[in-house]
Structures are given as structure tokens and as C-alpha cells.
């Protein structure tokens, strides 16, 4: 039996307004200060990639965050985000992946947030309380 304030459909909105809320800052960032997309165009280019899908990076801190808020192809959002993340941790991150940070934790946790609340996205969905639930 449910207990009385159980509710899979708020969950799920809490879980997505919590992951495009916190990502959206991200995409903000880059949208008021373009030039911050230039080191992600230089590590791609060192990796032998085109340095234009450095944009990319706008899919997922701004588009898919938005597509999270409004509950508009959530689970599309969810992998979108999971996407970015793993780029994101295979271009700058990679040292860190067996690190901690100065005060204990684990050095990715931040990406590692991101990346696994997106995965649960996919998963489960937008729930009911959404612009267009899936």
C-alpha cells in the first residue's frame, strides 16, 4: 500500500527540474561567454576531430535541459545529457576518474550526478507532470 504522500509522478518531476535546472547553468555560462566553447573545440581538434562539434555541447547544457524542465521528449533529454557527460569526462576529465577531490569525495561526482540522473531520465521517463509525458 502507497503510504499517503508517495508519488512516482512528483518524483520524477523533482528528479528532472533538479537535473535541467542545475545543467541549464552550464548552457547559460556558454551562451553569455561563447569563448568558453573554444577549449572544447581545441580538445576535439587535438583528438583528430572537426573542432565544430564543439557546439554540441549547446544540445546538451541548454536543449536537453529544457527539454527536462518542460517534460517535451524527456527521456531524449536524460540520454542527451548522458551523451554530454561521457564526452565530457572523455575530453577533460579522464585523469580524474579514479581521484578525489580536496575534500574526500570523488574528483567526477558532479559528472557523475549529471550523467546517471540523465540515464535514470531515460529510464523512467517524464511521468505525468509534464508539458508532453512519455
Known amino acids: ?19 535541467g535546472g542545475l545543467l541549464l547553468f552550464h548552457g547559460v555560462g556558454k551562451i553569455l561567454n561563447p569563448a568558453a566553447v573554444e577549449p572544447i573545440a581545441k580538445n576535439l581538434a587535438s583528438m583528430g576531430l572537426p573542432g565544430f562539434l564543439a557546439y554540441a555541447v549547446y544540445a546538451g547544457e541548454v536543449l536537453a535541459p529544457l527539454m527536462l524542465i518542460l517534460g517535451i521528449f524527456s527521456r531524449i533529454g536524460g540520454l542527451l545529457t548522458v551523451v554530454n557527460m561521457i564526452v565530457a569526462v572523455m575530453l577533460v576529465h579522464t585523469a580524474q576518474i579514479f581521484t578525489l577531490s580536496k575534500s574526500g569525495g570523488w574528483a567526477l561526482e558532479l559528472q557523475a550526478f549529471y550523467l546517471f540522473c540523465g540515464l535514470a531520465v531515460f529510464f523512467l521517463g517524464s511521468g505525468r507532470m509534464a508539458v508532453k509525458p512519455d
Do not use: A, H
Not at 1 to 19: A, E, H, Y
Open 1 to 19: 500500500m502507497p503510504l499517503p504522500l508517495q508519488s512516482d509522478n512528483l518524483g520524477k518531476l523533482i528528479l528532472r527540474l533538479t537535473l
